[in-house]
């Protein structure tokens, strides 16, 4: 408990602190990598504080110069930072709406142009999904968590097929990931965050080049199995 307070406490103040700074920035030198250096060490930081290690296995699958969608299983509100902390380079990502409205670090989510999803509504949804693969098209890297929501019990959830018909359009490839065990460091609906170790596993990268609108379920049912292979 006392961990977690520290950790919360010491995010808050470094967001408040550090956020407009890296903004504005970011915006007089129109590059976003100042933030995300500043996030990765805000990241690393709070894992040390709540005494969590990170494994990660098969990031020399991730090649130099190439534009992926990693997509990965989802546990907890602690796979984002780790995927943040575990992944070699900067990427967009697609998030749900909501967290848009927090205080701060929405104008930080904006500044980096992640892409929210309006769930409940098909057509904003969709209108993120063109959005994202133009970002793609345009050599960003993206990530998601497919299965939309955390599981509740660890069982990996029906996967949305929107990100991988962004993935086609922008014919980019598919990174699966596995993260292990962050429904230990914390449990769901509760914001106590426990020590331990969170496993990462990068897996070969699917490529969806060729591929077309009709090829969804096919890219949906690859990037599953190789993703509950490491469960």
């Not at 996030?39 to 110069?65: D, N, S």
């Not at 997509?71 to 909501?98: C, F, M, Y």
């Not at 929210?116 to 970002?135: M, Y």
């Not at 969804?216 to 993703?227: G, H, K, Y």
């Amino acid at each position: 408990m006392v961990r977690s307070i520290l950790m919360y406490a010491f995010v808050g103040l470094y967001v408040l602190l550090l956020a407009f700074p890296g903004i504005l920035w970011s915006v007089l030198a129109r590059d976003s990598s100042l933030l995300y250096r500043w996030a990765r060490f805000c990241i690393r930081t709070a894992g040390w504080i709540c005494g969590i290690r990170v494994e990660v296995h098969g990031r020399e699958k991730i090649l130099p110069q190439r534009t992926y969608v990693f997509l990965s299983n989802h546990q907890g509100n602690i796979d984002g930072p780790v995927l943040l902390h575990t992944i070699p380079r900067d990427w967009k990502a697609l998030i749900k709406k909501e967290l848009m409205r927090l205080p701060v670090l929405s104008l930080v989510l904006k500044q980096v142009q992640f892409v929210p999803i309006e769930r409940t509504n098909p057509k904003n949804a969709h209108a993120g999904i063109e959005r994202g693969a133009r970002l793609l098209a345009e050599g960003h890297s993206f990530v998601a968590f497919p299965e939309g929501t955390r599981s509740r019990d660890g069982r990996l959830g029906e996967f949305k097929k929107g990100v991988f018909v962004m993935a086609i359009k922008a014919q980019a490839s598919i990174v699966p990931v596995t993260v292990v065990g962050s429904a230990r460091i914390q449990r769901p609906g509760n914001f106590v965050l426990h020590p331990g170790c969170i496993r990462v596993i990068f897996h070969d990268p699917i490529s969806s080049e060729g591929m077309k609108y009709e090829d969804r379920n096919s890219l949906v049912q690859r990037t599953r199995e190789a993703i509950a292979s490491a469960l």
